[in-house]
């Protein structure tokens, strides 16, 4: 039994690392090909980040972190969820103009704004549920449609709530008071703080662990997701849980943007940070939507991100390399979960055959 969980933790860690390994192989091909360093470029990579790196680092996580386990909650249902930018942006647009009005006192407004974003994020998301269940939109046509949505629509809204800021060309919200703030943590020497919202990315993850592996609501999602028709015969509205993981999802996603909004941006503005989702979809699949992996998956997305960031001016290399780097992760990720999962399979096989060999020739004795 031992040898057995070994075995099986051997082949559960070794997808990941055999991807990584590729990534790193490959890319250094690129560099080859493109006449760079490739020494110089792993060096910076690999070397120890500051204090304020390490603080950057957590902070990108936090928000990776987020994205990822809103993609994951589809995922185990077998929906894919590529809305989860559309939904942090009208989302955190949502939350910075609730807390910038300041109807409730201190951190009430804090609660009332997140409770907003995530409001708005699991009814943006249900559309595409909606859609889904009612009419059979796949949701990956429906989330991709409303991404496109919601950013024009947020500009469009935002031209309306931007208040004048002098001596600035970026189109805000109204500031958010700083009593309402979620203030952040100082590591080491850092001139930088962590954010105070990486508590809640936490708890976000244990919640999510414990209701998908704990619950017979996770229960129901999961075999949903593994089997539609089983599911059914098993007395599970499809439906209604199809609809109920998208709006999870998307109140997950609603999340997304407030670490930057509450705790460093304090307003939305034409420069706030896009392309989160997508992120997240690479590192849950990293992660094999486990609330652990998906952690892992976004410090290493972070980091890569990070030490990336000094490539242009130390060796002259675009830190668009570290792109390349992330999406050969993915790709060699699930293959390398393809492969080990069908030799998991050909082992079992070969377990039982050889079980019911031993069996047989016991009878025969």
């Known amino acids: 039994m031992k040898n057995e969980r070994v075995a099986r933790l051997t082949l559960v860690l070794g997808a990941p690392a055999l991807a990584i390994v590729a990534a790193f192989l490959i890319t250094s091909l690129v560099l080859v090909l493109a006449g760079d360093s490739v020494s110089g470029v792993w060096g910076q990579i690999l070397s120890l980040p500051s204090s304020r790196g390490v603080v950057n680092i957590i902070n990108s996580a936090s928000v990776y972190y987020l994205s990822a386990v809103a993609v994951a909650i589809g995922f185990r249902m077998n929906l894919f969820n590529i809305g989860v930018d559309g939904q942090y942006r009208v989302a955190s647009f949502a939350a910075a103009v609730v807390a910038g009005e300041a109807w409730l006192p201190g951190h009430l407004n804090t609660v009332f704004a997140v409770f907003a974003a995530m409001l708005v994020g699991a009814a943006w998301a249900g559309i595409a549920g909606l859609l889904r269940v009612t009419r059979g939109v796949s949701e990956v046509i429906s989330t991709i449609m409303l991404n496109a949505i919601a950013t024009a629509l947020v500009a469009y809204l935002l031209r309306k709530a931007a208040v004048d800021n002098e001596g600035s060309n970026i189109t805000a919200t109204k500031q958010i008071p700083e009593s309402s703030w979620i203030p952040g943590f100082r590591l080491g020497d850092s001139p ?91 590192i849950a699949l990293l992660g094999r939507n486990h609330p652990v992996g998906i952690g892992l998956g976004a410090l290493l997305f972070a980091f890569l991100d990070e030490q990336s960031n000094p490539l242009q001016i130390l060796l002259d290399v675009s830190p668009d390399i570290v792109k390349i780097t992330q999406g050969v992760i993915v790709l060699t990720v699930v293959i390398a979960y393809e492969v080990v999962r069908r030799y998991s399979a050909s082992r079992e096989q070969q377990q039982v055959a050889s079980a019911l060999d031993s069996e047989d020739k016991e009878v025969s004795a």
Do not use: C
């Open 192 to 282: 930088n703080e962590v954010y105070g919202f990486v508590f809640l990315a936490i708890l976000v993850g244990l919640v999510y662990g414990f209701v998908i592996n704990r619950t017979r609501f996770g229960f129901d999602l999961r075999a949903t997701g593994k089997s539609e028709t089983a599911a059914v015969a098993s007395g599970i509205n499809v439906k209604r849980m199809g609809l109920i993981a998208m709006l999870l999802s998307g109140a997950i996603a609603g999340l997304v943007g407030l670490p930057i909004l509450l705790g460093d941006a304090h307003s939305y503005g034409s420069t706030f940070q896009s392309g989160l989702g997508f992120a997240g979809i690479a």
